[in-house]
């Protein structure tokens, strides 16, 4: 057979040559939307390979990004990995310290940017002076993305490197210690992408019209751009507006059939879809990811024939793990009867091998019940982290993904705790997950965090803080009442407070850091 | 990222780990319906790896199979693959000097045969010294299947090796010179299979039930084995009963979604249908590949809402280069403004890079005009022959297919002919297909074979033979008029001959040179 290494740049060369016309909608800082065609996107990234290489930018150098997903930003990607180099999405979320830790980390030389992130940069140049220069990708002057193309070829070989050459770089945040980042290679990010592509898995074809809310600094955007490409589907690319109003006139004008992001976003086009009596245009499909979506997104979405599905992943997994249409088993069942499998974080495909662990490192059984230690291995699966000389995997070769679950007969892996967050409960073991999947049930609750607080008896007990919506006015004994009827006994909090805000860490997620410790003595003083 | 090599026991592991109840029904020689498990299938293929092994197999040696799609036969598929040996698929369609050739150049150590080829294996093996042993699927005894894999382990170790290992080995008949072998990699393999379940190829799930009629002897059974393990389809294979009635049966009764094979079978199965007044159950997609599709085809099956898709490929490419699910341009036509798309031959996937090219090996525009050869560089394409020591690409990495046709705007390439049988009338190139696909669309017309007859003035004119349907009375008058409103007047064949019979090659085409052969003067003599 022929040779015919697998990099992304074939992704890019396919949309434009096959899918020319097919452009791309994206929305600028200002709320304006322009169109590039996928022809054109291959031009700019050409010629992006060219000025880097002008530049003196050589295969395996990092080149950062901090932006959000508009269509220069994915010419960009193409443009940086087509010719070898490595494109290291920064989350602006991060926060000061971590971003100049992570830029000198990789030794970003250069950084494109949003220009709404000038004064972010300008903070962090002082602390990185590896950054040799900032290009801002909606400018076109000095300093700017048309600046810095012009002249340049449209015409740039790419690929010809080894397929195992690094292509994206992402840093995940952690809990603990420095950022650590994981080395995406071309091959990995290609495969991903077939995987993915599978009609068991994001299901998308050149007929698709795909919009991105989830950034693409979040682990390649779950690989929706290279998923996109290699079908040759419209993007819509929503930029930073992301409340419910701005996506739903995206969705119309634009008629994205498919889109993903993180509950809070549909969270908030539901509302606003609620508000204004309005429907979501051709949208078929949801894709749900980042954190644990809840029943009642399944069900608004249902109303409007909107397909829900889970996914969950890591930046670890590039990053999808698990994803699923229902198995004809489960289309089989009521609508009532399938919830708990949509509410699952979805099945492996091939390529993902998954198993769950004891303590000992013991496989357990795929009996729905068995809670262990989630583990993977697969193609898309970091080996070691960025510059770190230790494995990151067991003997077997298994990533332990620091999640929990169980993973049922039809496949279906439910995710019942981050390991660290597990309340352990005189020898019960308690999912804070579901304490507040449950809780958020309520229309009443915008935001849950259930966390482990020491108890003089029990070891640690679960404490629930809650923060209301908007003109809510539920109390703790309509939560109390709801939890008691879903969870066992055992797992109902002993105290439910409401807070008025609580905290979030940079990717979205609540950060129970700082509530641990300000809730640490709780139980302790209740019980003198 | 992790190093997890593509190899293709990957499929029937994650089928038997996450669909291990789904069955793969099986109708032996007999009639008679089987059904296994993907779990039973891998055990089996497993006990087969150690029984190999027992005997002294080693990886890269050839075994070969002589058989119809049946369970046993993937079975042996995954184990002798698993293992690392080579699985050479052996057409039983072949001539008996094809065959012992093919088996020679092989050195096929033992063959894997259903016993309705006893005789032909009888014949062969006085000619075939290299082989060391037969074994019957279809038989439990001695020189059996169960007795070959008695006692064996079902804990073989697969993989473990390169996945640029081979896997597979297919011989194409040629129309000039001895057959030639085209070694399939465990990744090229892989490869063509994630690029097929593509929404925008073959589109497959864990909910489809796929019959390939195409038998998996023909270039990877067009891929269907490996793609329904990968996501853990119900297989339904119908063994040696090919007729309309027999097809029909498993369609209903074991609830077929998706089949696949050459045009000839689905006239039978329509033919049935029209007699019985029957319905092809839960069919929804047809796949037509190995001979151009006729438009009466695609419109019959219209009728019972069954989808035709077109699928192109050659044993060299694994087998698929074009497949394809209307684009949406195409979607939104009239039913009737898509049959030309729908009778071409598809579109490129990622994976296949499509190109056609003039004489002197210019690219030629994609203008659904120009007629060029069709050339094909990707993932799972031959790179050289088995055993040649001379490339069959050309500088570029094309693979040139030995096709000429067209490819217009969308995207959609339409083969007009084979290179060979083009026919050349006066400085014009006439395509022998589109003579025959128009005559066939008349009811009273089985086969057409039209071919190029040396001509005093004209160099060449197209004949054109033609075979009855049976109880026809179709005159020559009728298919005169029917292709002069079909073809330019310069393509009408001179001569249209009724004969009552077409040869056919061991792959199921019509082989012309014979007629070619007997009708060589035939316009000379007329103009005498």
Redesign the interface.
């Known amino acids: 057979?022929?040779?015919?290494p697998?990099t992304v740049d074939?992704?890019i060369d396919?949309a434009a040559r096959?899918?020319a016309d097919v452009p791309i909608a994206s929305r600028n800082h200002e709320g304006a939307i322009t169109h590039m065609s996928w022809e054109g996107v291959r031009r700019d990234a050409s010629r992006l390979s060219h000025a880097l290489a002008a530049h003196g930018i050589m295969p395996g150098d990092r080149i950062g990004t901090l932006a959000m997903n508009g269509v220069r930003h994915v010419a960009a990607w193409f443009g940086i990995m087509g010719m070898g180099a490595i494109c290291h999405t920064l989350n602006p979320r991060f926060s000061d310290e971590q971003l100049s830790y992570i830029i000198n980390h990789a030794a970003d030389r250069l950084i494109f940017i949003d220009r709404q992130f000038l004064p972010l940069v300008d903070r962090l140049r002082s602390q990185c002076p590896v950054i040799e220069r900032v290009v801002v990708l909606d400018g076109d002057g000095g300093g700017g993305w048309e600046r810095f193309l012009n002249g340049h070829g449209e015409d740039y070989p790419w690929g010809r490197f080894d397929e195992?050459s690094g292509s994206g770089l992402c840093y995940t945040s952690g809990t603990t210690g420095a950022p650590k980042g994981v080395?995406?290679?071309h091959?990995?990010n290609y495969?991903h992408t077939?995987?993915i592509?599978?009609?068991?898995s994001f299901?998308?074809?050149?007929?698709d019209i795909v919009m991105p809310v989830v950034p693409m600094f979040h682990a390649n955007g779950w690989g929706l751009i290279f998923a996109a490409a290699?079908?040759g589907a419209k993007l819509v690319l929503p930029g930073s507006r992301l409340d419910g109003a701005s996506l739903h006139d995206l969705i119309e004008r634009e008629g994205v059939t498919v889109t993903a992001g993180v509950p809070t976003v549909w969270l908030s086009l539901l509302a606003y879809l609620k508000d204004t009596g309005k429907r979501p245009g051709k949208l078929k499909r949801v894709f749900v990811g980042g954190a644990a979506c809840s029943e009642a997104i399944i069900r608004a979405f249902d109303q409007y024939c909107v397909e829900v599905q889970h996914v969950w992943g890591m930046t670890e997994l590039?990053p999808v793990g698990t994803s699923g249409?229902p198995?004809?088993e489960v289309?089989a069942l009521s609508h009532d009867e399938q919830i708990p499998y949509r509410l699952a974080q979805g099945?492996?495909m091939?390529?993902v091998d998954l198993r769950i662990v004891d303590e000992q490192g013991k496989e357990l059984p795929r009996d729905g019940k068995s809670v262990g230690a989630i583990q993977i291995?697969?193609?898309?699966?970091?080996?070691r982290y960025y510059r770190s000389d230790a494995p990151a995997?067991d003997a077997d070769?298994f990533?332990d993904t620091g999640d929990v679950g169980t993973i049922d007969a039809h496949?279906y892996m439910r995710i019942t705790d981050r390991a660290k967050d597990v309340i352990k409960s005189g020898g019960e073991w308690i999912s804070s997950v579901d304490i507040e999947i449950n809780a958020m049930n309520h229309p009443g609750v915008e935001l849950a965090a259930a966390i482990g607080v020491l108890h003089p008896k029990w070891n640690e007990r679960p404490l629930l803080l809650l923060k209301r919506s908007v003109n809510s006015d539920v109390t703790e004994e309509e939560i109390r009442e709801l939890l008691s009827n879903r969870l066992a006994r055992w797992a109902v909090p002993d105290a439910i407070l409401f807070v008025d805000d609580i905290p979030l860490g940079a990717t979205g997620k609540i950060d129970k850091k700082p509530l641990r410790a300000r809730y640490r003595d709780y139980y302790g003083k209740q019980g003198e």
């Open positions: 057979m022929q040779s015919w697998l074939r992704f396919h096959w899918h195992n080395l995406y290679t091959r990995s495969l077939m995987m592509l599978q009609p068991d299901n998308l074809g050149a007929g290699a079908v590039s249409r198995t004809p289309q099945r492996s091939i390529g291995r697969g193609h898309s699966v970091v080996g995997l070769g990533f496949g």
